[in-house]
């Protein structure tokens, strides 16, 4: 009733119906086998109670509650999200470490007649083979880099890239976060949901075709980039974007329109620029805020901060280029025929 997987492209391609993480609501949310369901069988506050209990008290009583709340937890699924499973349905199931929580509520499955397999190890194994994949082995797909100096609507392009059949691995979406300080787009994941998010994408990518991976710090807001992520990207070759600072500044004004609605969070970003670029530039861009004037602002935080800091990282990294195109107005035309050229390009590789 246990299965072990040499490797996440392995879990991940496995025929099983459905992968039930029975772990509590928190671990879950946390991290998780990429499109694994969470029916826990002790919710957070239970989960903690029966620790507890097991610490402080006795672990055979312990066992005895948990079992009880494992039971009436397991019974709960079985009629609200699972009874419409027909006989052959085919579940994976995992907790922690493959300990009680899933082996008991899979030794229920089972006695109803299910084919309920136990992921050996449990979550702790599809973590291992997360970090053997992002950490510890150089990966096998071929990167080339998007560069472009800030406002070029590089995500824009990855996205146009991917439409036309080229493939690429979106970083700054993985991450919910546009790789600035004017970037978060919300939470962003823990970092190793993150890595199994990424996991995922690249196990789904086809390591014989490149792949487009917009230019990155190995930070993205809270996200580090795992190692053999990072060392794959510094090797890569890259293909560069520009347009003029003018067509960037309306771009960009235009892109970041929901920091613009909210003055005092803009105000709080700009802020954070102090030790960079001194009290008097700041304080003057955020007059440029409250009046209104976001192309000027954009194009001075370009000028001044995020272009001169594009140029150093290149000129650290020494990268090569193998293609350079215009972006021209920065209009739908150009970033059509652009993408279009960059597929081209990357069916040469």
């Known amino acids: 009733m246990s299965i072990a997987f040499s490797s996440a492209s392995d879990l991940l391609g496995s025929s099983f119906d459905t992968i039930i993480d029975v772990r509590a609501p928190a671990e879950f949310a946390e991290d998780h086998v990429p499109g694994a369901i969470n029916l826990p069988v002790l ?24 079992a009880a709340l494992v039971a009436r937890n397991s019974a709960k699924h079985i009629e609200e999200r699972l009874f419409e499973k027909e006989g052959g349905w085919r579940p994976l199931v995992y907790c922690w470490r493959g300990g009680q929580r899933s082996n ?24 291992k083979l997360v970090i053997g994949m992002l950490h510890e082995t150089p990966l096998p797909h071929r990167f080339v880099l998007l560069d472009g100096n800030t406002g070029t609507a590089k995500t824009d392009i990855l996205a146009r890239v991917a439409e036309r059949g080229g493939q690429v691995l979106d970083l700054e979406g993985l991450a919910n976060h546009r790789g600035s300080i004017f970037g978060p787009m919300g939470a962003q994941p823990a970092q190793k949901g993150f890595e199994s998010r990424l996991a995922e994408a690249l196990v789904n990518l086809d390591p014989a075709r490149p792949v487009l991976v917009e230019a990155e710090s190995s930070k993205i807001g809270d996200i580090s980039l795992p190692s ?16 003029h600072l003018s067509a960037r500044a309306a771009f960009l004004a235009e892109a970041y329109a929901d920091l613009v609605e909210d003055r005092a969070v803009m105000e709080a970003r700009l802020h954070q620029l102090v030790s960079l670029q001194g009290h008097a530039r700041v304080e003057a861009w955020i007059d440029m805020a409250k009046r209104g004037d976001y192309i000027d602002l ?36 150009a970033r059509d025929d652009v993408a279009s050229r960059i597929v081209t390009r990357l069916a040469e590789l």
């Open 43 to 66: 919710d957070d506050e239970e989960r903690a109670r029966v620790g507890t209990i097991y610490v402080q008290e006795s672990p055979f009583l312990a066992r005895k509650i948990g």
């Open 104 to 127: 008991s509520f899979a030794s229920i499955l089972k006695q109803i007649g299910w084919r309920v397999e136990v992921l050996d190890g449990g979550y702790k194994s599809w973590r």
């Open 228 to 243: 053999s992520v990072w060392a794959a990207m510094c090797a890569a070759p890259r293909i560069k974007v520009h347009a």
């Open 298 to 333: 954009a194009g001075a935080l370009m000028a001044y901060h995020y272009d001169p800091r594009y140029e150093k990282s290149r000129a650290r990294h020494a990268p090569e280029f193998i293609a350079d195109f215009d972006l021209c107005d920065m209009g739908e035309a």
